[in-house]
């Protein structure tokens, strides 16, 4: 977020209590760090490569589609990643 990667929005979030107004991070198209539109295996193939300073791409992938799960959220795409990435760490 220090770099200008991600846009800090308003955005209205639909939970059990209602709605609450929240705060979204959102990736900034006009950035150079944004890649566009991936499939999921390419996002996979990057999130085994890749390694920030509080630890690996695949980590965080898995972490935040587990966490969100545990508070019943919903995010399809994610969760099919962290399938996929699940399944290629068993293959290796």
Do not use: K
């Amino acid at each position: 977020m220090v770099g200008g990667s991600y846009l800090p929005r308003w955005v209205d979030a639909h939970t059990a209590a209602g709605r609450v107004r929240a705060v979204a991070f959102v990736m900034n198209r006009r950035r150079t760090a944004y890649a566009g539109r991936l499939t999921d295996e390419q996002i996979v193939a990057v999130a085994l490569r890749a390694r920030g300073h509080y630890g690996s791409c695949a980590d965080y992938l898995t972490e935040t589609a587990a966490s969100l799960a545990r508070h019943g959220i919903r995010d399809a795409r994610l969760e099919r990643q962290a399938r996929l990435l699940a399944r290629v760490r068993d293959w290796a």
